[in-house]
C-alpha cells in the first residue's frame, strides 16, 4: 500500500515557477512508477509527466516538454516536479500517481494523491 501526499501548489504569475513534491508512505515506493497528471475545470485529466522506478526513464506531455522536469529522491520517498515558464493553459488541479508502470495512461496507475492547485494569473 502506497499513499500520496502533493505540496507545494499556489498561485503564480505569468512566466513564473512552481515546485511540486509528492510525498510517499511505504517501503515499497521506490519500486514504482510515478506520474503526475492535471485536471483543470471542465476539462478531462490529463497526462503531465512520469518517471521510472529508477529515474533513468522520463517521459512528458508535449505541451510541457522543455518548461517542467520530473525527478525522483527514492531514498527520501519523493517525486518532483519543477515547473518553469508557467502559463495560464497549466492552471489545474495536480495529482501524482503511483503504480507498477511508467505510463501516460492514468488507469496505470493504482495509488493517487488527493491533487493540489495551481493556477497561473496575474
Known amino acids: 500500500q502506497v499513499q500520496l501526499v502533493e505540496s507545494g501548489g499556489g498561485l503564480v504569475q505569468p512566466g513564473g515557477s512552481l515546485r511540486l513534491s509528492c510525498a510517499a508512505s511505504g517501503r515499497t515506493f521506490g519500486s514504482y512508477g510515478v506520474g503526475w497528471f492535471r485536471q483543470a475545470p471542465g476539462k478531462e485529466r490529463e497526462f503531465v509527466a512520469a518517471i521510472t522506478w529508477s529515474g533513468n526513464y522520463t517521459d512528458y506531455a508535449q505541451h510541457v516538454k522543455g518548461r517542467f522536469t520530473i525527478s525522483r529522491d527514492n531514498a527520501k520517498n519523493t517525486v518532483s516536479l519543477q515547473m518553469n515558464s508557467l502559463k495560464a493553459e497549466d492552471t489545474a488541479v495536480y495529482f501524482c500517481?503511483?503504480?507498477?508502470?511508467?505510463?501516460?495512461?492514468?488507469?496505470?496507475?493504482?495509488?493517487w494523491g488527493q491533487g493540489t492547485q495551481v493556477t497561473v494569473s496575474s
Open positions: 500517481a503511483a503504480g507498477g508502470a511508467t505510463s501516460a495512461i492514468d488507469r496505470i496507475y493504482s495509488y
